[in-house]
């Protein structure tokens, strides 16, 4: 156990600043999607052109599973959907503190583009999707999490060092 896990939107800042955290604290740094491209041999927006959204999603789950005999002390950054399953809801919870970072809507358009490697902000108006998607999973996020850290207008630094702080006073 004492892991940490980082949740959140597209945008977050999971990966960039799990790495960081990882770093400072002397842990192993996973990321569930990179896991899950390496398993499969295959990228994510392949993996969902082919095999489907719900393929994927089965798939996170399953790792998860795997994760709570196989992942120790280590910072975890989670795919922005996986908190969405009530099933890998309490699978998070059991493998350590659930940090939800948050950000506001302008933040998240500010930070992700597309380039493709996110299938679910394929498609017309990219605003009008972050935003649905955020208000659907908004109340899921904070069902998952001990704690929640806001990223706007802090530095990753800043949100690796508050990260830092609240985990190890929640013990
Ligand atoms: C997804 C987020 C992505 C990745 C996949 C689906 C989502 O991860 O797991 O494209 O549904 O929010 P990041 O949150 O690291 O971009």
Redesign the pocket.
Known sequence: MKNIILIGF?GAG??TVGTLLAKEKGMKFVDT?ERIVKEQGIR?PDLFARQGEGYFRDLETDLLKRMQEDTNCSVISV???MPVREENRTLLKTLGCVVYLTATKETILSRVQRDGS???LEGEDLEARVERLMKEREALYRKAAHLEVWTDKRSVYQVMQVVDQETRRFG
């Open positions: 597209m999971k990966t999607d994510i795919g922005g959907g996110r299938p679910m």
